[in-house]
């Protein structure tokens, strides 16, 4: 679409090495495509020279605008402030170590014109640690088991989102933020793009695992309540179990009373019928929890598309 604007969005946490080379190739990748181009960096309060390298970068191409964040506030806020300022009628985010390659861009830009509204970058092949493919495959394992969302394996924040996705994602205010999970919840035409995702070029990553683990919580936490309902399943089993134990101790006290201590029968359903009761209750109370939980979220309610209606189209198609 001619005349189209397009932001790219790139997180930058110690990307000092990275940063010439991915702003070349994004040159590279952009420089014959049809759409006025905005290059968004959004500096996660680096320590490194990064931020010099961008603003330097800014004052030879209108096309880059700089975001300094004043601190360190992590890969989804960052990706979430890009949103916030980008203004291209379609968002590219991607990572800033070139394991997401800037000529990839170009496919995904190409299924946007088909009229896909978010299309993902989707890893063929991936070179990451034994240690890191097996721990992700065993959190979208979970993830799916456990929540609302869909979200396609092997996919991470690289992908291209239409003008109309980026405005309901923005509506979605929650501070621990999952934001692929987000893309999942809210719909639209979706599409994959197949890529092969290469090495970090230079420095070291910015997840280590105590990040990848936070990152894996607000995923399930974010978007399922299940972990509270196992509570009160754990109490209906529990008193289930109870009432068996409950039927023991009668027994014994009705038809084998030399083998029972005075005051064993009491005690024994007392502390069976508690802890069943308790786990009930607890379980109830995660009911509340769980609603309260996801009203504070305050997320929006409804993602539209479009508005068909005889006078108007609400809000403009994009072809
Ligand atoms: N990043 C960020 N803030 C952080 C950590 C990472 O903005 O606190 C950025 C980083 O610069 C990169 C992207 O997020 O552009 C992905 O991070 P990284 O490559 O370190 O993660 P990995 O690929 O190892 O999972
Ligand atoms: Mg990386």
């Avoid at 994959?192 to 399930?220: C, H, N, S």
């Avoid at 974010?222 to 509570?231: A, K």
Wanted: neutral net charge; glycine residues 8%.
């Amino acid at each position: 679409m001619r005349g189209a604007s397009v932001s790219y969005i790139f997180p930058i946490y110690n990307e000092t090495g990275n940063i010439p080379l991915l702003y070349q190739r994004v040159c590279e990748a952009t420089a014959d495509l049809p759409y006025d181009i905005e290059l968004l960096f959004v500096n996660d309060g680096s320590a490194d020279a990064s931020l010099a390298l961008l603003l330097d970068l800014q004052e030879h191409d209108d096309r880059v605008t700089v975001i300094d964040f004043a601190r360190n506030y992590g890969h989804q806020l960052a990706v979430t402030a890009g949103l916030d300022a980008a203004t291209g009628d379609a968002v590219i985010v991607m990572d800033s170590d070139l394991q997401d390659p800037p000529a990839v861009s170009r496919e995904l830009l190409e299924r946007w014109e088909d009229g896909y509204d978010v299309v993902y970058a989707q890893r063929r092949t991936r070179q990451d640690t034994a240690f890191k493919k097996a721990t992700a495959a065993i959190f979208y394992k979970v993830l799916q088991k456990v929540s609302e969302i869909d979200i396609p394996p092997n996919t991470g924040d690289f992908r291209l989102l239409d003008r109309r996705v980026v405005e309901e994602i923005k509506k979605f205010r929650e501070h621990d933020r999952f934001i692929r999970g987000m893309v999942s919840y809210i719909g639209f035409k979706q599409t994959a793009v197949q890529f092969d995702r290469d090495e970090r070029f230079a420095g070291v990553t910015g997840y280590p695992l105590r990040k990848m683990l936070k990152l894996a919580a607000d995923g399930i936490l974010g978007f399922s309540t299940f972990p509270l309902t196992v509570i009160s399943r754990m109490g209906f089993a529990a008193a289930g179990l109870s009432l068996l134990g409950v039927i023991y101790a009668l027994y014994m006290k009705l038809f084998v009373p030399e083998a029972v201590i005075e005051g064993w029968t009491f005690i024994v359903i007392a502390v069976l019928f508690m802890g069943g009761l308790q786990l009930i209750m607890l379980g109830i109370l995660g009911g509340y929890v769980g609603r309260i939980y996801k009203q504070v979220q305050n997320r929006p309610l409804y993602g539209v598309r479009n508005v068909y209606a005889s006078h108007k189209v609400s809000r403009g198609t994009k072809n």
